[in-house]
């Protein structure tokens, strides 16, 4: 399943006005952001753990922590971004992308590049359809050469077991502590 217009996406309330190509997002949102390019994060639970990949030591960032994500290509929606991006890098299949994790951030690629950032929660497709955590991760060795799942505190902490953390840049840190937050809020509801 390497199409994206094949994923089964439960819209979310919160984020069906992303629907949309990210140039229709871009261009509705250029005064505010300046960006030409659209990225996406999906940040996904199990339990009360999150799924944090690192980077390949050939790769931009080497060994540098993040969220599985990556560019808005040709896809028919930034939703569709979201869950071909997870499954590129993890080969997980979204079931729902939503909600976004605050607004979004801003940064500059190594070529100057302004990239405008968006996250998401996204539930996943489990091996036994339950809708339990009994996730297969597999990455892409060109893109990712490990992941972890790590709680709230390891992630504060910058270690998880006697793997240290240092992410990509400052704002991933941030959106991994909201997203956190968020989880939180929604099941104390």
Known sequence: MSDPSSFN????PS????????????????????????????IVFS???ILLLQRATGDSMPNRWETPGGACDNDQTILHAVARELWEETMLVARSVGPMIGEGYTFKTRSGKMVRKLNFIVEVETRDGDGGSNFEVRLRPEEHQGFVWATEEEVR?????DVEIGFT????EAVVLDAFAVLKASTAA
Do not use: D
């Not at 984020?15 to 996406?40: D, G, M």
């Not at 902490?157 to 077991?161: L, S």
């Open 9 to 12: 996406l439960q819209p979310r």
């Open 15 to 42: 984020t069906s006005h992303l629907s949309i190509p990210a140039q229709t997002y871009l261009s509705q949102n250029q005064s505010e952001h300046a960006c030409k390019l659209l990225a996406t994060g999906a």
């Open 47 to 49: 339990a009360s753990r």
């Open 157 to 161: 902490a910058c270690k998880v077991g």
């Open 169 to 172: 840049m400052p704002e991933q």
